[in-house]
């Protein structure tokens, strides 16, 4: 197939790169002018605008916007949708929040235009490892653009097959989903990174404990020096906890085990946040996932306002004096 990539950034290009591997036709777009050269150079065609690009794509047009979610993504999508007509697809495979599909939808359906959300997973590893993704829109139109997926697939790769899913759909197993109509693909996505947040949290949480162990706070017959890269190797290989975010730990445990060159300032790209926001929708508690997200915002501050106004009570309520007992150390 034929399909425009806009938004040429580290996965944006991968993507690219994997779809011509596949023996698609990829148009690249992006406003930085050397990552279109580049791609051109690997097989890609350039365009040098958005109008460029529609000129260039065979009817019914497919373009794939892979840009930061917000802005960027809405003004290029309405930019497309400006120019593209009955029957050509926009498909926003970013990080987008499901209600901003919703609206884009049923704006693109006055136009005839199609609007397909898809959740997209694999980082920078895609390329290589393939992209798990959750995919929304009119199912016609998913089914009509099934071999761009399967072509970003993983495939099933090594995987066991899981027992009694003979005659179910197929695409899962392959390692993409249809989830349902317009925004139902950013909607699994988004909690899926509502879940990665808990999921780090944990791991980083249960590694600080094994580090803290060799605490001077503690009586000396009770501290150990453990080992946390062959702690995390070990745990890769038939543990319960095992998964891709304990093998990402191990290799960046086994380069730098005492992680200096990281500050512990975290961000948060913003799923967890519209997660918490459907939990309180749903009247759903979502503890693990909240606290998560709490988490990181409390990495960027030194000392918060709530940490003062906590000292202060427990000074209030039980005579208690900062700094009694010595912090421990996390550097």
């Known amino acids: ?52 690009l529609s000129k260039l794509l065979k009817k019914p047009r497919a373009a794939w916007v892979m840009l930061p979610a917000g802005a960027p993504t809405d003004e290029t999508v ?30 693109l359906r006055e136009k005839d235009v199609e609007y397909v959300d898809v959740g997209t997973s694999g980082g920078v590893w895609g390329i290589d490892r393939g992209y798990c993704m959750m995919i929304g829109g009119a ?9 761009i997926f399967a072509a970003l697939a993983p495939g099933l790769g090594n995987i066991e097959r899981t027992v009694g899913r003979n005659g179910r759909d197929r695409r899962p197993e392959q390692g993409y989903l249809y989830a349902g109509p317009a925004g139902a693909g950013h909607f699994v996505k988004m909690v899926h990174n509502g ?40 745990w890769r290989r038939g543990s319960v906890v095992a998964s891709w975010l304990l093998d990402l730990a191990a290799v960046a445990l086994t380069r730098s085990p005492e992680l200096k060159e990281f500050s512990g300032f975290v961000d948060d ?12 929708e749903e009247a759903v508690p979502a503890e693990v996932i909240s606290a998560s997200l709490f988490t990181r915002f409390r ?33």
């Open 139 to 147: 199912k016609d139109v998913v089914e009509r653009l099934d071999p």
């Open 269 to 280: 790209s913003g799923e967890a946040r519209w997660t918490v926001e459907a939990a309180i």
């Open 78 to 107: 309405m930019q497309l949708a400006k120019i593209f007509e009955k029957g050509d697809v926009i498909i926003d495979g970013g990080n987008t929040f499901y209600k901003d599909d919703i609206r884009r939808a049923k704006a």
């Open 195 to 234: 879940i990665e947040y808990g999921l780090m949290q944990a791991y980083a949480e249960g590694f600080d404990v094994l580090r803290g162990k060799a605490s001077a706070n503690l009586p000396e017959d009770e501290r150990y020096t453990l080992n946390l890269p062959d702690i995390a190797e070990v």
């Open 299 to 331: 990495s960027r501050e030194d000392h918060t306002f709530g940490e003062r106004l906590l000292s202060a009570l427990r000074n209030e309520f039980g005579g208690h004096i900062e700094g009694q007992l010595e912090r421990r150390s996390k550097s």
């Open 1 to 52: 197939m034929q399909i425009a990539i806009i938004g040429l950034g580290r996965m944006g290009g991968n993507i690219a790169r994997r779809l011509m591997k596949h023996g698609h036709e990829v148009v690249a777009y992006d406003r930085t002018r050397e990552v279109v050269t580049q791609l051109a150079k690997d097989g890609a065609q350039p365009a040098e605008s958005l109008e460029a």
